[in-house]
């Protein structure tokens, strides 16, 4: 199959959808990659490094779309390249089409096959290709708000793990999911007193098993959140209801609970955010205050370090695109249940019930293609 990946024209996108080392692997089953050049250079991955493993480079974004029979990209199509997806165009990415309304008509238009990351599903529900990403906010959660927590940044001034003869920082965890549990993992490392509240008794009972003895676990409540808030300094949202707006577990009112220079990073920001003071900032302005309270809500955190996220990402995608190439999307997603839960929009028809729900458009059952 002929492959290719465009360089993310999306502001400040510096992920790449394939490394070296993925398109070697796609280069060994007998497939030619178009890579366009300085594609890989946000993530650290020079030109050269592509050519050396026998992908091709193009100059230009027109000339990738214009070969390429799948494209495999990062982010979902901006304005700029809806003209340049063909009919009947594998496109393998991020789309998050029930948010986007003039994409899905782009799409739809395109006549194209558009397959998303975010809906590739695996027998337990869980995501594989948004694991990642929640992984490296977690971690990323606690790097944020250890800093924002420096008095010069106007937090508290404290230091997360404290020194000897000098308790440790209080850190609080809203939802022990992905986010949650690599939260913990680098709170507690770095020496903090932390507490993860789930509304998930068996999920309570996994994190209490396997969690080092400076994670406590706690039943989430309005409560217990009144509480914690009091005497904590880092408090991180990492809820998510599926297919729902994020509650607001922490409201305007509770602020002035809170001690002055707490920091609150809402990784949820995405799905609306958990505290209802929190609206979607950028890694050029990541901050403010509210009541003397510092708001951290970066809503795509993985950016800010593309080559970790960039690797995490191909680390998960490059199985299922090695599959589509090796295949064809119909063989591939025939036999796997995994990727055909990733088929959104086929040849002008979308076959994802939710994006047809979304915005009221003709659903077609996916068995009339596969
Ligand atoms: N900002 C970013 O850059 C970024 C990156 C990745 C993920 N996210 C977002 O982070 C959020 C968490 O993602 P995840 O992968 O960890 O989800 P997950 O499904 O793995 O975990 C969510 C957890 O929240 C718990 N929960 C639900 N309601 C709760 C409540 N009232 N109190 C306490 N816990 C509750 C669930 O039981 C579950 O354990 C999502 O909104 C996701 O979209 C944001």
């Not at 178009?34 to 993530?43: L, P």
């Not at 028809?349 to 994006?355: I, L, P, T």
């Amino acid at each position: 199959m002929i492959i290719g990946v465009p360089k993310e024209i999306k502001n400040n996108e510096n992920r790449v959808a394939l490394t070296p080392a993925g398109v070697k692997e796609l280069k060994k089953e007998g497939h030619q990659v178009y890579v366009q050049a300085t594609a890989g250079e946000g993530s650290g991955f020079a030109d050269a490094e592509y050519v050396s493993v026998g992908a091709e480079l193009l100059p230009t974004i027109e000339d990738v779309y214009a070969k390429a029979e799948m494209i495999i990209k990062v982010k979902e199509p901006i304005e700029a390249e809806y003209k340049l997806i063909k009919e009947d165009q594998l496109v393998f990415t991020y789309f998050h089409f029930a948010s986007h309304e003039p994409l899905t008509r782009a799409m739809i238009d395109s006549k194209s096959v558009c397959l998303a990351y975010e809906t590739v599903e695996k027998a337990d529900r869980s995501l594989p290709l948004l694991v990642p990403m929640s992984e490296v906010a977690g971690r990323m959660s606690i790097q944020q708000g250890a800093k924002y927590l420096e008095k010069p940044l106007k937090g508290r001034g404290i230091l997360l793990g404290g020194v000897p003869g000098v308790r440790p920082a209080k850190v609080m965890i809203l939802g022990g999911g992905v986010v949650g549990t690599e939260a913990a993992k680098m709170a507690a490392g770095l020496g903090a007193d932390v507490t993860i509240l789930d509304l998930s008794l068996p999920r309570l009972r996994y994190l209490d098993d396997v969690m080092p003895a400076n994670v406590k676990t706690l039943m989430s409540s309005e409560y217990n959140i009144r509480e914690m808030i009091k005497d904590h300094d880092l408090i991180i949202g990492a809820v998510l209801i599926p297919g729902a707006k994020a509650p607001k577990l922490i409201t305007r009112d509770m602020l002035k609970d809170m001690r002055e220079g707490t920091v609150l990073v809402d990784v949820a920001v995405d799905q609306g955010g958990c505290f209802e003071t929190t609206k979607p900032t950028t890694h050029q302005d990541p901050v403010y205050i509210i009541d003397d309270v510092v708001h951290y809500s970066v809503a795509n955190m993985p950016g800010a370090v593309p080559y970790t996220s960039t690797l995490a990402l191909t680390n998960a995608t490059l199985p299922y695109a090695i599959q589509l190439a090796n295949k064809g999307w119909e063989k591939a997603c025939k036999e796997n249940n995994e990727l055909k839960l990733g088929l959104n929009v086929i040849k002008g028809e979308v076959v994802y019930k939710a994006v047809s729900d979304a915005f009221d458009l003709p659903y077609t059952p996916l068995d009339k293609f596969i």
